[in-house]
């Protein structure tokens, strides 16, 4: 991971660069922990979904049910930082997750609405992404721990 800080003003700002998993047996993990999660519906949809369509988390997290054909098996929306159209091929797997979730979110406008705002007309948080992906990356560190073999205390 690389930081950079700027400093504008009096307000520092950190941004973050994450690196990507590229080797198999690590994707592998990844969607094994995300298969576990044991967060909310909403949020384990939302990572499941995540590496199946290719876009980037704001467009995730902002996706509207109004785009969503799920017969045409697409996802049609306008991609913020470019204002262009993007048709987003939706595969069996990603249709299913989202047939999945539609009885909870259907009826509101975002498909990933904010667990604050019951009538959901806000999406979901960065927070609730990125502390999904952080509890699953202390998840990862402790069974990588357990291969090495170094010696775990249990917690009591």
Known sequence: MICRIEQRGA??????????????????????????????????CA?????LVFVRPGELRHAKWAGIDLDAAEWRYTVSK????????????AVEILRELHPLTGRGRYVFPSARNPKGNRPMSDNAILSAMLMMQEWADYLDKLKAGTEIIPIT
């Not at 047996?25 to 909310?40: F, M, N, P, Q, S």
């Not at 470019?82 to 797997?93: A, F, K």
Request: hydrophobic share 40%.
């Open 11 to 44: 307000l520092e700002t950190t941004h973050r660069h994450f690196a990507a998993v590229t080797d198999p047996k690590k994707v592998a993990g990844v969607l094994r922990a995300i298969d576990t999660y044991e967060g909310t519906l909403i949020a384990r």
């Open 47 to 51: 990572l499941r979904l995540a590496p």
């Open 82 to 93: 470019t204002n262009t159209r993007h048709i987003v091929p939706l595969s069996y797997q």
